[in-house]
């Protein structure tokens, strides 16, 4: 049972454009949301978060939103730039769960020049 | 400032064989955790530590797998013995627990291959 799930295995936009990617959770006791960026042989590095008190927040070339009644998020970023390309991870933090997080299974993200 | 450290980058085992990784976290982080990374899947939580206690060790698989973490900084995490079903990145993450929604930061993980 996926409680994190990331229906787009892949996603390609030209550079220069906004790149979209999604988020659905089933767990309504998740209170916070992070997305990490993943390299090759390398290991997730954290992006961005967002708690369930917000329902925007941004950084840079980054925002992420939340829609709670939905539960969904997800990560915007423009312009996007070759260098974006990578697997991007959602991950969610329940009420009281402590340190413990859900990864999704991750979204190949390919910025084309 | 210093990331966190994993070794080996990469094991090739027969099954059957032992197999061991090692973690040293970015100083200062007193929560530790080992996640286990399928193709194609995001990471799961193996187990966590709060300094030195397993405090989650609930999806860890106890019959093969062990892990420590003595005096509460270096992390070893032990296989034996390995199954080809255990092919998989094995990632350690540390996070200082000063607040309840700290960030996680990764290591570059050991990618492990069981023939």
Known sequence: DQQVKQNSPSLSVQEGRISILNCDYTNSMFDYFLWYKKYPAEGPTFLISISSIKDKNEDGRFTVFLNKSAKHLSLHIVPSQPGDSAVYFCAAKATGSARQLTFGSGTQLTVLP | ?115
């Open chain 2, 1 to 115: 400032e210093a990331g966190v450290v994993q070794s080996p980058r990469y094991k090739i085992i027969e099954k059957k064989q032992p197999v061991a990784f090692w973690c040293n976290p970015i100083s200062g982080h007193n929560t530790l955790y080992w996640y286990r990374q399928n193709l194609g899947q995001g990471p799961e939580l193996l187990i966590r530590y709060e300094n030195e206690e397993a405090v989650d060790d609930s999806q860890l698989p106890k019959d093969r797998f062990s892990a420590e973490r003595l005096k509460g900084v270096d992390s070893t995490l032990k296989i034996q013995p390995a199954e080809l079903g255990d092919s998989a990145v094995y990632l350690c993450a540390s996070s200082f627990s000063g607040v309840l929604a700290e960030t996680q930061y990764f290591g570059p993980g050991t990618r492990l291959l069981v023939l």
